[in-house]
């Protein structure tokens, strides 16, 4: 089984609102990450959190990480067309094993 | 330029047969990773490698083999007991200095069975 899930699976909002996905996931980590995926291309990593840290900003994202809930959350402001794209949350054990939960997929209606 | 090539883009693979998918990296990172992707699903871990001629199975590694001779370099092969795969592979690198591993990713094979 995988270690991340985010909810919900996918996500249809109109440009300019804002986005907010969860991921829970089942083990200790070092850090969790959090990745887009345009369609039928490769993951672009977006933020990164360790575990000692609770709140992560970079421009319109914000993610939120939970320790003792095992979750985490991520955040798009104001978002726009281009944000249409699955996001992935991945969670570092501290061995170097990356993995990943099975993706919200976010459409932004113009 | 820097960063992860994958290839082919496409492949065709007859049942039976094993098929290599191509990885190389020139950003001189330690680790590297493989994960299958199915339709509308999240990314499965097969293999991944911490280091040269050093690689640890992940969680659907049954069906496939890597290795890992150079660090630029981390082939995956595909064999004939892979009983289903038809799907989109993805490779991955990222550096292991520090304790934060950002992975920079390929474009993705995508691999069916004909």
């Known amino acids: 089984s995988q270690q991340g899930e985010e909810d919900p699976q996918a996500l249809s909002i109109q440009e300019g609102e804002n986005a907010t996905m969860n991921c829970s996931y089942k083990?200790?980590?070092?850090?969790l990450q959090w990745y887009r995926q345009n369609s039928g291309r490769g993951l672009v990593h977006l933020i990164l959190i360790r575990s000692n840290e609770r709140e992560k900003h970079s421009g319109r994202l914000r993610v939120t990480l939970d320790t003792s809930k095992k979750s985490s959350s991520l955040l798009i402001t104001a978002s726009r067309a281009a944000d249409t794209a699955s996001y992935f949350c991945?969670?570092?054990?501290?061995?170097?094993?990356?993995?990943f939960g099975a993706g919200t997929t976010v459409t932004v209606r113009a | 330029d820097g960063g992860i090539t994958q290839s082919p883009k496409y492949l065709f693979r007859k049942e039976g047969q094993n098929v290599t998918l191509s990885c190389e990296q020139n950003l001189n990172h330690d680790a590297m990773y493989w994960y299958r992707q199915d339709p509308g699903q999240g990314l499965r871990l097969i293999y991944y490698s911490q280091i040269v001629n050093d690689f640890q199975k992940g969680d659907i590694a049954e069906g496939y083999s890597v290795s890992r001779e150079k660090k630029e370099s981390f082939p995956l092969t595909v064999t004939s007991a892979q009983k289903n795969p038809t799907a989109f592979y993805l490779c991955a690198s990222a550096s292991v200095e520090g304790w934060a591993t950002e992975a920079f990713f390929g474009q993705g094979t995508r691999l069916t069975v004909v």
């Open positions: 083990t200790s980590i070092n850090n």
């Open positions: 991945a969670t570092d054990d501290g061995d170097y094993k990356l993995s």
